[in-house]
T-cell receptor, first 113, second 110 residues
Framework: SQTIHQWPATLVQPVGSPLSLECTVE??????LYWYRQAAGRGLQLLFY??????ISSEVPQNLSASRPQDRQFILSSKKLLLSDSGFYLC????????????FGNGTRLTVT | GQNIDQPTEMTATEGAIVQINCTYQ??????LFWYQQHAGEAPTFLSY????GLEEKGRFSSFLSRSKGYSYLLLKELQMKDSASYLC???????????FGAGTRLAVHP
């Protein structure tokens, strides 16, 4: 069966510091991978998606970047965090087949102080 | 652009039935998904509709009308553990990209 791991679970970082969140998927090959952010009381916002190694598409302009160095590894980064980067970050995967659902990791709660 | 609307909060009684509505406007429609999210946890997949009609899965059913841009999630025989947020999401374009509504927070009372 497929599993998705995301870490760390919680993170408190000062403004201006760098960020690196990691996500790995097991039990499947060539998955589509996604990064979402959920602000308090709001819906999930799609930040990035990837359909293959080194292929990254950005949905919204922002202070963040994403990379996919390996087939089942997806990394979310920032060089300098802003207060507005606080939120609940969720990594997800899908099989890539049409209309297949997204399966989410347990998320990282980021607080920028 | 895309717009997904669902009620912010609902309350219901244990053992009852509740219907959570979702309306959407989007280009490149590619299916309607429902997720459950308990507080502080990740969303979990509940159901999916791509054709008009009702899909039943145990205590949960989901309905879609593409011409009306409308879906609902029906929860029967409510249990206390069903207290959670329910997220309506629309598949848009290719690559299984999902656009989410803000979610409906359901509180089930004894």
């Amino acid at each position: 069966s497929q599993t998705i791991h995301q870490w760390p679970a919680t993170l408190v970082q000062p403004v201006g510091s760098p960020l690196s969140l990691e996500c790995t998927v097991e039990g499947t090959s060539n998955p589509n991978l996604y990064w979402y952010r959920q602000a308090a009381g709001r819906g999930l916002q799609l930040l990035f998606y990837s359909v293959g190694i080194g292929q990254i598409s950005s949905e919204v302009p922002q202070n963040l970047s994403a990379s996919r160095p390996q087939d089942r590894q997806f990394i979310l980064s920032s060089k300098k965090l802003l207060l507005s980067d606080s939120g609940f970050y969720l990594c997800a995967w899908s099989s890539g087949q049409d209309n297949s659902p997204l399966h989410f990791g347990n998320g990282t709660r980021l607080t920028v102080t | 652009g895309q717009n997904i609307d669902q009620p912010t909060e609902m309350t219901a009684t244990e053992g009852a039935i509740v219907q959570i509505n979702c309306t959407y406007q989007t280009s490149g429609f590619n299916g309607l998904f429902w997720y459950q999210q308990h507080a502080g946890e990740a969303p979990t997949f509940l159901s999916y509709n791509v054709l008009d009609g009702l899909e039943e899965k145990g205590r949960f059913s989901s309905f879609l009308s593409r011409s009306k841009g409308y879906s609902y999630l029906l929860l029967k025989e409510l249990q206390m553990k069903d207290s959670a947020s329910y997220l309506c999401a629309v598949g848009r374009g290719g690559y299984n990209k999902l656009i989410f509504g803000a979610g409906t927070r359901l509180a089930v009372h004894p």
